[in-house]
Every structure is written in structure tokens, then in C-alpha cells.
């Protein structure tokens, strides 16, 4: 079996007890995501970051049609760890989402493709091509949504971010990993109970 095809095993989902006794660092240091390549017709592809490799997903984005927009071929392109996924952002910021069941995930997806489906009817202008949502099961066994943004979110470097949904409902940002210069990454874990951080990373760094 070849990396690109273990990839596509569908891991074994793990119970909600199981999942709300993962601490955040085990959560941080084993979860991977998955790069991969849509390749469009003619010349242009999509990028997306995905719990596990998909080549044949029923949607790209909450905003691509399937139907109109079908994409003819799919590569998958590294694995990566949440540190390992900053150095690859240039000019992005990913927060990743990890709920305690499948409803819980369901729920916050639903409840954000309507509030950006209600920005675009009631005139607002929002750069649907730069927001990207993928879903799944990851490779430990915990449901996860992958939010991509495409801009610089914390003092202009790229980052990654965990949102800890599992005791939460609206989440909390329990660990990001900061682009800086070079291949280093700044790593920070933040624990319960201390002051709320920004979980969408579009505020600038506390001081700044």
C-alpha cells in the first residue's frame, strides 16, 4: 500500500468519552493533515487541506458548485503536522476545529455556511474564492472541520491554529503555531480557564 492510497483508510472513529480525554498536546502532537491538489479543467487547480485524501469530494468549498465547477484530477502533496503546516503558508492562516461528536461538528458547519450565505444576500462583500472549509474524521480518530484563510493573521506571518470545540460550544483556542523567520515556528499552548483568545486569528497580538 502506498502512502497516497493509507491515507484513504477511513480511521476508526473514537467514542466521545475517548475524545474528551485526549489532552491538547496528544491531540497536537499526532494529529496530520492531508494537502491536496484539485486540478481543474484547463489550467487552474485548488489547494486544500484535508483531514484525510479525498480525490473525489462531493464539494470544494462552501461556495463551488460541484455541478458547474468539476475538478478532473486530485494529487496529494505532503502530510503534515500542525507545526509542519506553518512552514508551508505563505500567506494563509488555518484554525482547526475538533468537536467532541460528529452532531457537534455538523451544527458549527451549518451555523457558519448560513451566516456567510446571509453576509453575501444581504449585499455584503465577502471574497468567497479565500475561504475554505473542508470536513472529516482525522487520522486519531476525532471529528475536525479545516477553516483556510487566505491572508497573513497574526502580525502578517501565517499560522495554524487548534480550536478546542469538545467543552465549548462556541470553541476555544487551546493552541497556534506562528510562522517566523525562516523555518522557525513559535508554538504556544493555552491553557483552560485563562484569559479567552481570539479564535478566528483576526486580532493582532496582545501590545501590538
Excluded: C
Excluded at 160 to 189: N, T
Aim: proline share 7%.
Amino acid at each position: 500500500m502506498t502512502p497516497a492510497e493509507d491515507t484513504q483508510v477511513r480511521p476508526a472513529r473514537l467514542s466521545e468519552e475517548e475524545i474528551r480525554a485526549l489532552s491538547v498536546e496528544d491531540v497536537v502532537s499526532r494529529l496530520r493533515l492531508v494537502r491536496t491538489r484539485y486540478h481543474m479543467p484547463d489550467t487552474s487547480a485548488y489547494v486544500r487541506y484535508l483531514p484525510r485524501f479525498d480525490p473525489d469530494p462531493e464539494d470544494l468549498s462552501v461556495k463551488i458548485d460541484p455541478y458547474t465547477e468539476k475538478h478532473v484530477s486530485a494529487d496529494q502533496t505532503g502530510e503534515f503536522s500542525l507545526a509542519e503546516l506553518v512552514t508551508e503558508l505563505e500567506l494563509a492562516y488555518i484554525t482547526v476545529h475538533v468537536f467532541p461528536n460528529r452532531p457537534a461538528r455538523d451544527y458549527f458547519i451549518a451555523g457558519m455556511d448560513g451566516v456567510l450565505r446571509q453576509v453575501e444576500f444581504i449585499g455584503g462583500q465577502f471574497e468567497w474564492s479565500r475561504l475554505w472549509l473542508t470536513t472529516g474524521t482525522s487520522n486519531i480518530g476525532v471529528p475536525i472541520a479545516v477553516f483556510l484563510g487566505q491572508r497573513p493573521a497574526v502580525n502578517g506571518r501565517p499560522s495554524v491554529s487548534l480550536i478546542d470545540h469538545r467543552f465549548q460550544v462556541k470553541g476555544r483556542m487551546a493552541y497556534r503555531a506562528v510562522g517566523g523567520s525562516g523555518q522557525h515556528v513559535g508554538e504556544e499552548f493555552y491553557p483552560a480557564g485563562e484569559a479567552e483568545h481570539d479564535i478566528m486569528n483576526v486580532a493582532p497580538e496582545p501590545g501590538r
